[in-house]
């Protein structure tokens, strides 16, 4: 089957074990990320949401020390570690709960310049997917009669959907989001949430959030993390209405935080 196409798994995560500097961060993992599908993972402050996003693209080995790695991770069926890293990371793109557009660069060049870089030159095609990307994250109405200015002109919210313009400009297969309503302000995180629910139409979305509502509001699957160990995972709505671990019962009623 060809990658991307078909109900194949996206992500395959199986008896993962994470170690950061000989200290072990996530515990014994498994799930799947069905494909076309918002997959929720929710839990506390440090139970290690971030650090399980950073593994499926990778970015872990960038910024966290030394790692080590047990079990399989696999992205439509290949050990994402036998991947090229730069290959996995254009296809699974990234956004970050601080909003980290290029603050120097300008609206238009915080699209343009990533398009470069992968090698699309032609002025005209980069003028149409800035303006397409801009459209989808509900931004060119806001901009596009200042596009020359410098991000750091944006509002947070605005400078959030520019960094999710940014990934989609690429046309990556997955989108990871790591908790990315929580810094901004509400209608920006209304656009997002919606915008979400849109995407999964062409893509697959990995949502981290630390507020189960949102979850429940957007997410397909929904996998509650909790001291590093994976409680439970499942249909959203399974895991909300009939969770089987005690510990997920108090969580998604809110006696956990
Ligand atoms: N680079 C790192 N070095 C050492 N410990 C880390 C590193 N990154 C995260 N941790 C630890 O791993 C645990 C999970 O962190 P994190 O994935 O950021 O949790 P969450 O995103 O759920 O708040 C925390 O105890 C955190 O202190
Ligand atoms: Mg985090």
């Known amino acids: 089957m060809e990658a991307g196409k078909g109900t194949e798994d996206v992500f ?50 960038i910024y966290d020390g030394e790692i080590k790695v047990e079990g399989k991770v696999l992205y439509f069926g290949k050990d994402v570690f036998q991947m090229e890293a730069s ?24 699209i343009a310049y990533p398009l470069k870089s992968h090698g699309i030159k032609d002025k005209r095609e980069i003028m149409r997917i800035v303006e397409e990307s801009l459209r989808k994250v509900r931004l060119w109405d806001e901009v596009h009669d200042r596009l020359h200015a410098p991000a750091s002109h944006l509002s947070g919210g605005q400078q959030q959907r520019l960094t999710i313009a940014r990934a989609l400009a690429l046309r990556p297969k997955v989108l990871l989001m790591d908790e990315p309503t929580s810094m901004i302000d509400v209608v920006s995180a209304q656009a997002i949430e919606q915008l979400i629910t849109e ?59």
């Open 12 to 61: 395959n995560v199986h008896g993962l074990h994470l170690y950061i500097n000989d200290r072990v961060i996530l515990k014994d993992i498994t799930f799947k990320v069905p494909n076309n599908s918002v997959f929720g993972i929710m839990g506390p402050s440090g139970s290690g949401k971030s650090t399980l996003l950073k593994v499926l693209n990778r970015l872990i080995e």
């Open 87 to 110: 290959k996995l990371r254009k296809e699974v793109g990234m956004v970050f709960q601080i909003p980290n557009p290029f603050h120097h660069l300008s609206i238009y060049d915080n």
């Open 199 to 257: 995407l999964k139409k062409e893509m697959t979305i990995v949502l981290v959030s630390h507020n189960p509502q949102q979850v429940k509001r957007v997410a397909d699957y929904v996998a509650f993390l909790y001291n590093g160990k994976l409680v439970e995972w499942g249909p959203t709505e399974e895991i909300f209405d009939s969770p089987r671990n005690e510990l997920t019962q108090k969580y998604v009623v809110g006696l956990i935080d």
